[in-house]
């Protein structure tokens, strides 16, 4: 089992910057990657990013690209997510997850909010 626990989401205007915060706890040694995905109302969940665990190797949504950094603490067990030149659409709740092996995610955390005004 691993746990994963999300922070550092809220309310920014446009052009604006959040980081975001993934602690994992548990079984964490058999750690492949781990995602950041977010889920606007009324949307499907999507992917926003992703970083391999054993070498920081770092994926990207081409909506994020040039704005969004991901990065991983190995020795804390932490994952963020920095957040720059927010837009609104990038309003959703971020969800954090741990990926043992590929393609399936099987971790999620609970999310956290964030809200981009224009």
């Known amino acids: 089992q691993v746990q994963l626990v999300e922070s550092g989401g809220g309310l920014v205007q446009a052009g604006g910057s959040l980081r975001l915060s993934c602690a994992a706890s548990?079984?964490?040694?058999?750690?492949?990657?781990v995602g950041w995905f977010r889920q606007a109302p009324g949307k499907e969940r999507e992917f926003v990013a992703a970083?391999?665990?054993?070498?920081?190797?770092?994926y990207y949504a081409d909506s994020v690209k040039g704005r969004f950094t991901i990065s991983r603490d190995g020795a804390a067990n932490m994952v963020y997510l920095q957040m720059n030149s927010l837009k609104p659409e990038d309003t959703a709740v971020y969800y954090c997850?741990?990926?043992?092996?590929?393609?399936?995610?099987?971790?999620w955390g609970q999310g956290t909010q964030v809200t981009v005004s224009s």
């Open positions: 997850a741990h990926q043992t092996m590929p393609p399936t995610y099987d971790y």
């Open positions: 548990g079984r964490t040694f058999r750690t492949y990657r």
């Open positions: 970083i391999r665990w054993s070498d920081p190797i770092t």
